[in-house]
């Protein structure tokens, strides 16, 4: 396929290869947080996005104190190799993956169509739970060239005036126009304004993968952003709506195309939409 980092995305022929594999833990990630209940890949864990990622109070990721204690209950050292998997092509997967390198571990991989690839393959699913050993997680620094602030971004907007960055809107084509604030299958966060920010480009991230939800190979990829001048000679933000789907075009971006900067705008549009005086666009320009 042509991927800078070919490593990172794996088979599901891998993955059925490595279930009993003690050096790697096997997590699903869903937009729906039921779907582990009814069936999962052996051996697999799982993580709710919400209630394990985010803090109860502050809008914000838990702390590193407690992302350490997640990790160790999962099962999880710092040499473990972490696989993720989900539904929705990966959204959620691609959001965990973000998050854990934000967090600093080194070691992981996403499933290559995600669980519905799994499933399509008529391979072996379970409902039970495996029980697993805690382990002791060394708490790391936060890597902050991967997440992009609000303050950040409406900096950023001279370098894309300038011609030296890139902001995409992965959303879809309604939400970046401003006829919607969100899809209706999606939850509403509460956005007061639809429409984009200024200079960003649309390039919804479901082009990014095929009719299998696999990615598209990395020639294609690499064309696709081109064409909205998403280039690896400028400084990216990725944002969408509460940074699922930008999850995803960050790994595009970052893994498959070898980006050396990109950043993922996790406030999204649920921050930007509701920020007083925040400049917003609509229609379909940039």
Not at 123 to 151: F, G, K, Q
Not at 251 to 270: A, E, I, Q, R
Request: net charge negative.
């Amino acid at each position: 396929m042509g991927y800078a980092n070919p490593e990172v995305l794996v088979s599901t022929a891998w993955v059925a290869d490595h279930l009993d594999d003690p050096k790697v833990r096997i997590l699903e990630v869903d937009e729906d947080v039921l779907l582990y209940e009814t069936g999962h890949v052996p051996g697999a864990l799982k993580i709710d996005w919400q209630k394990d990622f985010w803090d109860p109070v502050v809008r914000d990721f838990i702390d590193e104190e407690a992302f350490a204690r997640l990790m160790g209950r999962l099962g999880i050292d710092n040499d473990t190799t972490v696989v993720l998997y989900g539904d929705k092509s990966n959204w959620w997967a691609a959001y965990a993956f973000w998050f854990l390198s934000y967090s600093g571990h080194e070691k992981l991989k996403l499933m290559d169509g995600g669980r519905a690839k799994w499933e399509a393959e008529g391979r072996p699913m379970t409902r039970e739970v495996p029980e697993v050993e805690p382990r002791i997680y060394r708490p790391r620094y936060r890597n902050e060239l991967l997440r992009a602030y609000r303050d950040e971004v409406l900096a950023h907007l001279v370098k894309v005036r300038e011609g030296t960055g890139a902001l995409v809107d992965v959303r879809s084509p309604r939400e970046y126009t401003g006829e919607l604030t969100h899809m209706p299958e999606y939850p509403q966060e509460g956005v007061l304004r639809g429409g984009h920010i200024p200079g960003a480009v649309n390039v919804p991230w479901s082009q990014a993968v095929r009719e299998d939800g696999t990615f598209r190979p990395a020639e294609e990829l690499r064309a696709l952003y081109a064409e909205k001048g998403v280039t690896p000679d400028k400084e990216v933000i990725v944002y969408c709506r509460i940074a699922e789907r930008s999850s995803h075009t960050w790994f595009v971006l970052k893994h498959l195309l070898g980006f050396p900067w990109v950043k993922n705008y996790d406030g999204s549009w649920t921050e930007w939409g509701n920020l007083v005086r925040a400049p917003i666009k609509k229609g379909a320009e940039p």
